[in-house]
């Protein structure tokens, strides 16, 4: 299982449960731009390039990670999970149904990073106060919405996984 | 009229997905996944990257371009300069004054120089710094004094001066009982959306068009003016909507448009570029630095009686739309009250600092932070509480501007400020509530957990602020939007060019056309520029006139359809309505669902709206200039900590005059969205530049609200449909950012005078730690 980085430019990384060979790359780059710009996987989003802002949020041996600050090299025995692998397309999760249906999707571009790191933070906090939930996901940023209603996404479906509705 | 359909009907009797109703974002599941397709995710078979140089210095004359080293680096395919520009060399939305490429003289940090294609990024990168540019510096004006009193030489062929407006209404030498006056200062705040400028060019066979994939605000004027620079016909520059992360005026003006179809037609490949955050702060226009003085006059009872203003703002090296700002801001001096005399004197000048343009709010933000500021000093003069100096001069329908311009619209601004004040305020105590196993939370404390507050240091303070925003263009602008509408065999689609950047026009559209036309399913059909002009979506403007444009195309797509069923049914296509989904005989009581009666039809219609017109300013001041407005009310209460002059601003209450809320979960999204960024200029947010440098380009020192940073909002949308609106419904986008931060700022103002009872001024946002605390 364990992959070895051999001539500097060839190794794989485990995302969303499959092996992915990374065959053009150079040692130094990001988790986000090989995620990105060599495995396709579009969902990952780059808007600060340090950290600041959680748009690229990802899961790496589960634990919440910008992925802009992740040298992918680095990662290549731990498992990596990105919004693409939150959820089968046609089976959205509670936590993006929420987001939808509560009015936290405006522009969306924070939205991938929030939906993982929402995840994340419902499965260490299932029932999160609302303190909580702000400074859990503080480290990621939105423009549009003012927070309001992804607090209430996130809300919802703490309730809903409690059992308190359908 | 159109506003009366709902607002007679009972709540929660209307049809899901219509009008009044808030069915989820058409784009919503795409978004959650991350399969939206945003303008950086965007690439072509065979794509090249470009990139950018950049001048390093404010004010500098260009001697030599040496490009040699660039050309020999493996990868890179083409270096271009202002040399290789084919047809205009410059650009801008108002003034032409902004050069593709500077070639004889850089006026201010960042100004693109050159732009290089190659293979890959790095390669990019390194071709930039084998680009050798040697410069002659030049000496930077970065006093806007120094361009008002010409005492520094003009910096740009077209002056230093980009407009000075006076205005001038009723009796200049009038004075009151009482008067206060104040020097008031704006940073420089930057849009700081998520989603970085980024577009993808593909040059058509031949290079005789080219198609751009751009995350923009206005897609035709974008094409106007690239077609300019290509030297193409307009008809050959196809703009198609790449997926906009945000905008908030920073996509109104060119960035990286001419470059990336410079260099596609050059090679005759694909070029995508795409801006990294540290070029973002350098590569759009920001929201204007500006210093206001003013001076309130008004009996002893509070009523204001003149008010004088003198207001600078700081455009930076080109114009943008820097006249139109001021415009907002000296039109806007008043505020939300009555006054029936005033003297204002505006500028707007260039200066070697970063270009400024539009930002949500566009002039009126500084305005409002001026008079807004004023009215509490007029309060503390006359012995009046805050809310009471507001209501005793608040403006009603039919009131004048000091432009002579009456207010027509519904203008509620006693509504906005009781409604406000009727909300509850904050049940949590200072500090936070305990958590739950006693401790403080010290999440809720000013500074949170990385500071040092004590809760026992800490006042809290409540504060207000009021506005009043134009909507739409404004001096005699042909402003219009474009919509179609296709009826075929029952399916309904919709075509216009309105930008979508998250505000949600593509949830409206469809919920018009199904109030309208009686049809659950809208297809949306792609936003490019292969239909009429939107319109730029910016001035809260898309509702009223995207909207009505989409309205106005259903309405007449329904009327033909009334026709063809009287004709086919034996009807008076004059008794026909639209009820539900149902055509309806409104005599006989005949119905027939509308998907039926439209089977094996064909309707296409394509209508353009356009707002009643508008005027010119004369040299006083004077004119209709403005064609809509709304208003808002905030409430702030914040804690600060006046020891090391940390805020945590608790709670905003707003009442917001919205006309008719089409979506009110979307209404609130706007409200609580531009509420942040209000907070942001309020107490965090500025771009600062020394010598003209730009010294926090990134989001670890520019700082943006966060989840912490956000309070409590709680909400009224004030629902008085405006009989001039097609929809009844106002702009709801820039109201929110308005009055928030004098009302943060007024409720900081507040907690310092419980400490001391003399606090501090505070005439300059953002508020600092050292403003509070030295």
Redesign the interface.
Known sequence: MTTTIGDGDHFSLHVNGIRCEVTDSWLGESLLDVLRDRLGLLGAKGACEQGECGSCSVMVDDVLVCSCLVMAASVVDQPIVTIEGIAPIDAPSDVQAAFVEAGAVQCGFCTPGLIVAAHDLLERLPRPSETQIREELAGNVCRCTGYGRIIEAVQQVAVRRAGGGS | MTVVERVTAPAGAARPGTIGT?P??P???A????????S??LSADGCLWGATLRSPHPSARIVSIDLSAAWQIDGVETVITAADVPGAMHYGLIAQDQPVFASEVVRYVGEPIAAVAADHPETCRRALEAIVVEYEMLDALLDPERAIDASHPPIHPDGNVIRHQRIVCGDRSATGDVVVEGTYEIGMQD??????EAALAVPDPGGSGVELHVATQWLHEDRTQIAACLDLPVESVRLVLG??????GAREDISLQVHTCLLALRLGRPVRIAY??AESFLGHVHRHPATIWMRHHATSDGEIVKIESRMVFDGGAYASTSSAVLINAVTHAQGPYRCPNAVVDGYAVRTNHLPCGAMRGFGVVQACFAHESQMDKLAAACGLDPVEIRLRNAMRTGDPLITGQPVLNVAPVERCIRDTAALPLPDTPVG?FP??DGAL?V??LPGGAGRTADRTDIVRGIGWGVAIKNLMYSEGFDDYSTARYRLADGVATLKFATSE????FVTIAPQIARTILGVDDVVLDRIDTQVGSAGSTSASRQTWMSGGAVDAACRTVRERLFEHVGRTHDVDPLRLVVDGTDLVDTVSGWKMPVAEASAGVVIDETVEYRHPATGELDENGQGNCHTAFAFVAHRAVVDVDPELGLVKVVQIATAQDVGRALNP??V??Q???????GLGLAVMEEIIQVDGLIRNG???DYL?????D?P??VATLIEEPDPHAPLGAKGVGEPPCISSTPAIVAAIRDALCQVDGVGKPLERVPVRPSDICL
């Not at chain 2, 849009?191 to 970085?196: D, I, K």
């Not at chain 2, 997926?243 to 908030?248: C, I, K, P, T």
């Not at chain 2, 409200?671 to 960024?677: D, K, S, W, Y």
């Open positions: 808030s989820t974002r784009d919503g599941v978004k959650v996944q991350g399969r939206f397709e945003f950086s995710d849009q700081a959306f998520l989603g970085l997926g906009v992360g945000g905008a908030f990294s955050r936070g958590m739950e939370d999440m809720r950047v998250g505000q949600g979960l979307s609130l999204g409200i609580e969205g531009g509420i942040a960024q990134n989001f670890t943006l609200p966060t989840f912490l956000m409590d909002v």
